[in-house]
């Protein structure tokens, strides 16, 4: 019986799609955008306009022309945090229980809800 390698922990995910984030290591540090896709086995965010890198691509039916594509790469999600929409800030996130039991994320600085 074979097992398969654990290629890292995976986290517990506070981030969203459509999650307005700013990035806060690496080379695109200080831009924020809206996150397109959350990789959750690999710890990843794809945000919108951030990190772009280029692909070599050869013609194909789907694709008629080749060429060198430009498209978003993905950003680990340590090196990202999530922007509160009142205070326009990066923020921790944390979790609070509703009147009706339903779990709600909250801003730490603010303690506004983050929808």
């Known amino acids: 019986m074979k097992l398969k390698a654990d290629k890292?922990?995976?986290?517990?995910?506070k981030l969203k799609k459509n999650d307005i984030v700013a990035v806060?290591?690496?080379k695109e540090k200080g831009?924020?955008?809206?996150?397109?896709l959350v990789l959750q086995?690999?710890?990843r965010v794809i945000i919108e306009?951030?990190?772009?890198?280029?692909?070599h691509t050869k013609s194909?039916?789907?694709?008629?022309?080749?060429g060198i594509m430009e498209k978003e790469g993905s950003i680990h999600i340590s090196n990202v945090m999530l922007q509160c929409g009142k205070c326009n800030k990066p923020t921790r996130v944390g979790f609070?229980?509703?009147?009706?039991g339903q779990k709600a994320r909250i801003c730490k600085k603010c303690?506004?809800?983050?929808i």
Not at 8 to 13: A, D, S, T, V, W
Not at 111 to 114: A, F, L, M, V, Y
């Open 31 to 36: 831009k924020s955008g809206k996150i397109n």
């Open 60 to 66: 194909s039916q789907q694709q008629q022309q080749g």
């Open 96 to 100: 609070t229980v509703l009147e009706d």
């Open 24 to 26: 806060i290591a690496g």
């Open 111 to 114: 303690k506004e809800i983050i």
């Open 49 to 55: 306009k951030i990190m772009m890198v280029k692909r």
């Open 41 to 43: 086995d690999k710890n």
């Open 8 to 13: 890292g922990k995976r986290q517990n995910l």
